[in-house]
């Protein structure tokens, strides 16, 4: 299981001047989290809301497969 630091990918994407949002190859742009500590993701927030890490792989809601990782992510 891998745990992701979302700050530093977002310095990251911001320096390769990437889309904001994620997106499935079939178009959705919505992902559930499974397969954390407890059989399901987590998420860590700031108190407006905003996740800034998550723990458990995206699966895109639509079809169900997880969200390609780009080569090195």
Known sequence: MDVIDLNERRRAAQEA???ETAT???GEAWFEL??????????CMTPDGSVT??????H????????PRPPGA
């Open 17 to 19: 001047d990437l889309p």
């Open 24 to 26: 499935c190859p079939c």
């Open 34 to 43: 499974r397969g954390g500590p407890i059989g399901s993701g987590v998420v």
């Open 60 to 67: 895109c809601i639509g079809y169900g497969k997880p969200y």
């Open 53 to 58: 890490g998550y723990v458990g792989y995206p």
